[in-house]
């Protein structure tokens, strides 16, 4: 059971700071509060007291939402669900929904917000290898001599272990800014125990651009997560993949290169099989989303894949 | 503690009151606003039983802080049918029987509601998609999705509204024929109350200490700190059982709270009832328990050893009940056989995962009769052992059977009940005690995890000769219905088969784990695991097919059982036919085919499982525009 004397929503980040400072040692930030009403229970954390809970999903910083052809900026509060439901945000992001289906449940994705996925650094988070694969870069504040300061890392150095990040003690994860990515064809590959909440053993976003002759990649960008502590992009393989054009020995040769990155503590062969499969089924449909036809993804290559 | 103002528009009446910091919008809704067919399943966002609309969106109201629902408009199931006129949603619900035990219900007319405002022309597909957040554990979801898709095409028109009507039938029959169920409409309102929602004038909070060890002996217990209390009403241990301290369904080897010593994690030990559940929650981190740790043993195999921990005086050997049957010569049988095959088979330990966690209210009444309320599916027995334990004649214990939100056998066992009289007893006030999810994972019974050796004698056309058949079950630290369990596990376990010669031994063994108990089909699955799947390896080895196996041994019109009863009817044999029939069988013996089976696929068969049904709709709506 999770316990608090005091639940305060500030409505500004001067006042969340204001907040931080005052109740130091004592807090803790709540975004969507879906993993830490979960945590605050037997067999977890069991029954916790906090001071003060400080909820931030109300900022209007952290609530932004900017959507165009040279940015996408997103507000750490944005909720899961805007994935599925903004169609501007699903064409600069083609792959997030995809991943955002697969994210807990229609609920929960309403108050499960993306930079409260980030902070909770899960290996098996489901939003983070979307965004490994946009290059996305987070934005942190604190406020020091009563002035907001902000810095910006890029999210590799921003997610640093199972649970770890480089969010200092009275720092807010703001917001995130990805590189748009209109045009590319995006898939988000899973697997679990059960269709809806399910924590992922292993998932892959894969995002393609073809050239204008649909045989070739312009682009690929290819991120795996739940086979270590923190997600991979997989930069040998999109060079690899860049290489040559579409087909399939090659596709078959691109999904057998991450099978050795598994270093998860358990079911290791497990994970090495599902790899395999997920990066071909992955590919398959980012390259068929970008447009690829029946010429270049044949039958056979269909059935290779499924 | 400060406490949070709210103001909220619920179910369209404006609410302003004050609430704790720590509650959540669940907690809001069912103790203060007693709205409570918004059911609490699991407090982790993992069932949906508590799905309600905030801002006309769903959510899960056990993950929202409260303080989150500050000026929101909030819907519950009880808004769906204000006027007492049940929604389009739950009148279809009604219709074709999709609540079971109903405690999942609400929730999931919430979802289905949910689901028909964000798409009214969803497919089945993308309503399973959209219900994914919400768990039902009684009816597999087909009669849940039917109603949803009743519901979709009255409202676009496609049914007429007669659709939601009640079938005639014709008087006085009921076999063969749809009837609605009397109890669905308080179902899917959410009106019914489970013990869990029920409330008393004055009423305390009860919680329960456990048991950190597996085996160990209890040195003292000192509850005088938590007595102390401000809050505090009443504190209970072995030593407040006035009577004969014992319950189980077989054998009463199980105290109310443990007894000089503790045999499995999660055992009660001591409770406490007290003015909120916060207090009762602090005052049992104040009881001292003293243990001294025993030897555990976790394998029933390792506990029939010579020299192995004991964990009940009377049972030294560790065995809570053996089963033997014996018919004819096995030996003799065995010599006989052309093929002999033998094989081990396990089974794991299973949770019944009702939707209701366990729940009751306890109090004494008027005339000093101590009453419990709870979902027992066994109120007459535990009436007795009641009336032992607290030392009162049978006419002063009452058990009221509050409705059971899913119970699979789980909630026979009187694992609260007989707390919840103490503690009413003790205080002289009614006293209300609900599980966690977690709790009652963690210390209510289980399946019985079983190893089975079977050995099969057959002759070369397919007939059994001879049946050696011997399961150890690990019964966990007490009895409950494991004596029963054994007996049901050796008399069905060889199955609907003639067979002359016969050797079956069941064994339930204490261990520490935690105990085992009923479950849907008590005992029979264990052991008929292992013979249908030895019969299926036998056919494989004989070159038949598995259904011809069966047919060839079963037991016919006349037969005697195991257990040699004899049988003037036997349906076995239409029973097969009927699932062969259904699942398209392709004849032949399992090593005849391969990758050109016919029936893995197509009519009947469900697709592989996957997500992302809304796109295709979305495809639709795009290319319609």
């Given at each position: ?7 305060l ?27 830490l009403?979960?945590w605050?229970?037997e067999?977890?954390?069991g029954?916790?007291h906090?001071?003060?809970?400080i ?7 952290l609530?932004e939402?900017?959507?165009d ?11 899961i ?5 903004d ?14 289906v ?7 994705r309403?108050?499960a ?22 290059g996305?870069v987070?934005?942190l ?11 910006r890392?890029p999210i ?7 649970g770890?990040?480089?969010?200092a003690?009275?720092e807010i994860?703001i ?5 748009p ?27 393609v ?39 399939a020995?090659?596709l ?8 050795g ?6 079911r290791q062969?497990?994970r ?5 499969g997920?990066?071909m089924?992955?590919?398959f449909n980012a390259?068929q ?6 010429d270049?993804l ?5 059935a290779?894949?499924? | ?9 619920v179910?369209?009446?404006k609410?302003?009151?004050s609430?704790?910091p720590?509650q959540?919008l ?17 407090g982790?966002?993992e ?6 609309f ?8 056990c993950?929202?802080?409260?303080g989150k ?16 006129n ?5 009148q279809?619900?009604h219709k ?25 022309f969803?497919?089945r597909?993308?309503i ?8 039902c ?11 949803v898709e009743?519901?979709?095409d009255v ?13 005639d039938?014709?008087?006085g029959k ?5 009837v609605?169920?009397?109890d669905a409409?308080?179902?899917v ?11 008393m ?5 009860m919680q329960?200490?456990?048991s ?18 401000e ?7 072995c030593?407040?059982?006035?009577g ?7 054998v ?7 007894r000089?010593k503790?045999?499995?994690v999660?055992?009660?030990?001591a ?7 916060v207090?009762?929650?602090r005052?049992?981190?104040?009881i001292r ?6 030897s555990?043993v ?5 506990a ?5 921990p ?11 009940k053996h089963?033997?049957?014996r018919?004819g ?14 094989q081990d ?6 949770e019944?995962?009702?939707l ?9 009444d008027?005339d000093?009769?101590?009453t419990?309320v ?8 535990h ?7 607290i030392?009162?004649p049978i ?10 939100g899913?119970?699979?056998g789980?909630?026979e066992?009187?694992i609260?009940q ?10 002289r006030r009614?006293v ?25 004698g ?5 007939r059994?000769?001879?049946?050696a058949?011997k ?6 630290a007490?009895g ?8 049901k596990?050796a ?7 003639d067979?002359?010669?016969l ?6 063994i ?30 494989e ?6 259904f ?9 019109d006349g037969?005697e059982?195991?257990t040699?009863q ?11 036919e009927a699932?062969?029939?259904g699942s ?18 197509g ?15 979305d495809?639709?709506?795009e290319?319609?525009?």
């Amino acid at each position: 059971m999770l316990l608090c004397d005091e639940y305060l929503t500030p409505t500004t980040l001067d006042e969340a700071f204001y907040l931080i400072d005052a109740h130091r040692g004592g807090y803790r930030l709540v975004a969507g509060a879906t993993d830490l009403l979960p945590w605050a229970r037997e067999g977890r954390a069991g029954d916790v007291h906090i001071p003060v809970l400080i909820d931030i999903a109300r900022i209007p910083e952290l609530r932004e939402r900017i959507v165009d052809d040279t940015r996408v900026r997103l507000g750490a509060a944005t909720p899961i669900q805007r994935f599925l439901d903004d169609p501007a945000l699903g064409r600069a992001m083609p792959a997030m929904p995809r991943c955002a289906v697969w994210f807990a449940d229609d609920q929960l994705r309403e108050s499960a917000t993306i930079g409260g996925n980030i902070v909770n650094a899960s290996p098996a988070a489901d939003g983070t290898p979307p965004l490994f694969a946009h290059g996305a870069v987070v934005k942190l504040g604190r406020r020091r001599n009563g002035r907001i300061e902000t810095r910006r890392l890029p999210i590799q150095d921003f997610v640093t272990g199972p649970g770890k990040t480089a969010l200092a003690d009275d720092e807010i994860l703001i917001a995130i800014d990805c590189e748009p990515l209109p045009g590319y064809g995006g898939s988000f590959e899973k697997v679990g125990h059960r269709r809806s909440l399910v924590i992922s053993t292993v998932c892959l976003a894969a995002l393609v651009k073809l050239d204008a002759s649909g045989r070739n990649f312009e682009d690929v960008r290819l991120c795996i997560g739940g086979i270590g502590p923190v997600p991979v992009r997989m930069t040998d393989v999109e060079r690899f993949l860049l290489s040559g054009p579409i087909a399939a020995s090659r596709l078959e040769q691109a999904a057998e290169m991450p099978v050795g990155l598994v270093r998860s503590r358990t079911r290791q062969d497990y994970r090495r099989d599902v790899v395999r499969g997920f990066m071909m089924r992955g590919l398959f449909n980012a390259v068929q989303r970008a447009g690829a036809g029946p010429d270049v993804l044949t039958p056979e290559m269909e059935a290779a894949c499924a | 503690m400060p406490e949070l103002r709210i103001e909220a528009t619920v179910n369209g009446r404006k609410v302003a009151r004050s609430a704790l910091p720590h509650q959540r919008l669940l907690d809001f809704l069912r103790e203060d606003l007693h709205l409570t067919g918004t059911k609490d399943g699991c407090g982790a966002g993992e069932c949906g039983a508590c799905s309600v609309f905030v801002d006309g969106v769903l959510m899960k109201s056990c993950l929202m802080p409260v303080g989150k629902a500050q000026g929101s408009k909030i819907e519950t199931v009880e808004g769906l049918a204000r006027k007492g006129n049940l929604s389009l949603l739950q009148q279809a619900f009604h219709k074709t029987g999709a609540s079971q035990c109903g405690y999942c219900i609400p929730g999931m007319v919430m979802a289905a509601t949910a689901a028909l405002r964000a798409n009214p022309f969803a497919d089945r597909e993308e309503i399973k998609e959209r219900l994914g957040g919400n768990i039902c554990r009684c009816t597999g979801y087909q009669k849940i999705f039917d109603a949803v898709e009743l519901a979709r095409d009255v409202q676009n028109g496609r049914l007429p509204a007669t659709a939601l009507a009640e079938t005639d039938v014709a008087e006085g029959k009921y076999i063969g024929a749809n009837v609605r169920r009397l109890d669905a409409p308080g179902k899917v309102s959410g009106a019914l109350k489970y013990a869990g929602d029920m409330t008393m004038p004055h009423m305390l909070h009860m919680q329960v200490l456990r048991s950190p060890h597996p085996h160990a002996i209890i040195e003292e217990i000192d509850t005088s700190e938590a007595e102390a209390m401000e809050g505090v009403e009443g504190v209970i241990t072995c030593a407040d059982v006035p009577g004969e301290d014992g319950f189980g369904v077989f054998v009463h080897d199980q105290p109310v709270m443990a007894r000089g010593k503790v045999r499995y994690v999660g055992e009660a030990v001591a409770a406490v009832a007290a003015e909120d559940l916060v207090t009762a929650k602090r005052a049992l981190s104040k009881i001292r328990v003293r243990y001294r740790p025993l030897s555990a043993v976790f394998d029933p195999f390792d506990a029939m050893k010579p020299g192995a921990p004991v964990l009940h005086d009377y049972a030294p050997d560790n065995v809570t009940k053996h089963i033997p049957i014996r018919k004819g010569d096995v030996e003799a049988g065995f010599a006989r056989s052309d093929l002999v095959v033998e094989q081990d088979y396990e089974t794991q330990a299973i949770e019944h995962a009702y939707l209701e966690p366990e729940a009751g209210l306890g109090y004494v009444d008027h005339d000093g009769v101590v009453t419990i309320v709870s979902p027992s599916q066994n109120i007459t027995h535990h009436r007795h052992m009641l009336s032992k334990i607290i030392n009162k004649p049978i006419s002063k214990v009452r058990f009221i059977m509050s409705p059971v939100g899913g119970g699979f056998g789980g909630k026979e066992d009187m694992i609260y009940q007989g707390m919840l009289a103490l503690m009413a007893m003790k205080t002289r006030r009614p006293v209300r005690l609900v599980f966690t999810r977690e709790e009652s994972i963690a210390v209510t019974a289980k399946r019985h995890p079983s190893r089975t050796t079977l050995r099969m004698g057959l002759r070369r056309d397919g007939r059994i000769q001879a049946v050696a058949l011997k399961m150890v079950c690990d019964g966990g630290a007490y009895g409950l219905s494991t004596e029963g369990v054994m007996r049901k596990a050796a008399i069905l376990g060889a199955g609907p088969y003639d067979i002359p010669n016969l050797r079956v031994d069941t064994y339930g063994i204490y261990t520490n784990n935690t105990p085992s108990g009923a479950f849907r089909s008590f005992g029979a699955l264990q052991t008929q695991f292992a013979t249908e799947s030895h019969l299926d390896i036998c056919a494989e080895r004989l070159g038949l097919d598995p259904f011809e196996i069966r047919r060839i041994n079963a037991m016919r019109d006349g037969a005697e059982t195991h257990t040699k009863q004899k049988l003037k009817s036997v349906s076995y044999l239409r029973v097969l036919e009927a699932a062969e029939r259904g699942s398209r069988w392709e004849k032949g013996a399992p090593v005849s085919r391969g990758d050109a089976r016919t029936d893995l696929a197509g009519e009947g068969v469900r697709e592989p499982c996957s997500l992302g049904a809304r796109f295709a709709t979305d495809a639709t709506r795009e290319a319609a525009e």
